[in-house]
């Protein structure tokens, strides 16, 4: 039986997609792939999930490797423009409230910036109403690792037979399956809701 429930951010609570966000900004065309490339597939942008490194030191560095888009990448990891890059999913805030009051423990699991957790915390009641959580920035380590997951179970004493993880992504799906975790790729809550009333 179904007793925890923990839920990734960026994709399943909020949205999250780089390329939309590109165009939200209205970035040229022919600048979004690399731009997103240079970003979001760099090493130093997992650092600042990790929280080795700052929001401001991951601009600095970046625009210093790439000067000609050093305008655009101030704008894009800009702190005023979290709004654009994670908006969030209505629905899905209510159900979580709802899983809540239904008397099941909701956590977090979610590789973010410090910046972002805090633009977070301070816009959604997702982080306060929640039983816990473990954030990449705070524990200097990422999905897909189990050792995040690992961090949450130690934490919170939790039974991984009673906790499902959900997540938008295959391979953080994969690895949390690997240390015993019911777990949902996310499509949607009608998904979720289905799956826990078979529980």
């Not at 039986?1 to 949205?15: A, S």
């Not at 900004?25 to 970003?39: M, V």
């Not at 004493?157 to 996310?186: C, H, P, Q, V, Y």
Request: net charge negative.
């Amino acid at each position: 039986m179904i007793k925890n429930i923990i839920f990734d951010i960026g994709g399943v609570l909020l949205e999250y997609n780089p390329k939309t966000y590109l165009d939200k900004l209205n970035i040229k065309e022919e600048k979004r792939k690399d731009l997103n490339d240079i970003i979001f597939h760099n090493e130093k942008w997992r650092d600042c999930l990790n929280g080795l490194i700052t929001n401001d030191e991951l601009i600095k560095y970046l625009s210093n490797v790439n000067p000609k888009y050093k305008e655009e990448i101030k704008e894009i990891l800009s702190k005023d423009n979290l709004k654009y890059m994670l908006p969030p999913k209505r629905d899905m805030i209510e159900s979580y409230k709802e899983l809540k009051q239904k008397g099941y423990k909701i956590y977090l699991c979610s590789n973010i910036t410090e910046d972002t957790y805090n633009y977070i915390r301070d816009n959604f009641e997702i982080i306060q109403i929640s039983d816990g959580g473990v954030f990449s920035c705070f524990e200097h380590i990422s999905k897909p690792n189990v050792e995040i997951y690992n961090k949450l179970i130690e934490k919170y004493n939790l039974n991984i037979e009673e906790s499902m993880f959900i997540d938008d992504t295959k391979r953080n799906i994969i690895s949390a399956d690997e240390i015993g975790f019911k777990t949902i790729l996310f499509n949607d809550i009608k998904q979720v809701k289905d799956i826990l009333k078979n529980e």
